[in-house]
């Protein structure tokens, strides 16, 4: 985990943005530390998650099941959907983009319609659309910046 490059630069983005503990009422995912929810984890304790737990859930669940297949920097788009959307969600939006040849761009704009979508569906999320809109600019401005 340590010497994957990849996945520490990656998990430098996650963990910037998913912060301590959340348990907000309208969060579907419920109880939430560094970004893992008590919704996709409902054995472990939350609150007393540690930073370095998160860390190695992320490299086993999240990036070694399908980040890591990637490059740069569709690996870090994938894997904050992954953190993000869900699993489910990012396959999906990987799926869907074959035929545009994995751009990274394209990827983070069949998110960008997903959470659309999610909040105009369902106005309890509405809360929490300007922060997955800010969220997308930020992963893009991020790879923007490696690159420099």
């Not at 996650?14 to 970004?35: A, C, M, Q, S, W």
């Not at 737990?53 to 994938?78: E, F, M, T």
């Amino acid at each position: 985990m340590e010497s994957d490059k990849e996945f520490q630069r990656s998990i430098q983005f996650i963990l910037e943005r998913e912060g301590g503990y959340v348990n907000h009422p309208n969060d579907p995912g419920g109880e939430t530390k560094f970004g893992i929810s008590k919704r996709a984890y409902p054995y472990i304790n939350i609150k007393d998650l540690t930073i370095e737990q998160a860390k190695r859930i992320y490299y086993i669940d999240y990036w070694l099941r399908g980040a890591s297949s990637l490059s740069w920097p569709l690996n870090l788009c994938y894997f904050d959907c992954s953190v993000n959307q869900g699993t489910s969600k990012a396959r999906k939006f990987l799926a869907d983009m074959e035929q545009s040849k994995k751009d990274w761009k394209y990827f983070l704009e069949l998110r960008r319609e997903n959470y659309l979508f999610l909040a105009e569906k369902n106005p309890k999320l509405q809360v929490f659309l300007k922060g997955w809109l800010n969220r997308i600019n930020e992963v893009k401005k991020f790879i923007e910046e490696q690159a420099t």
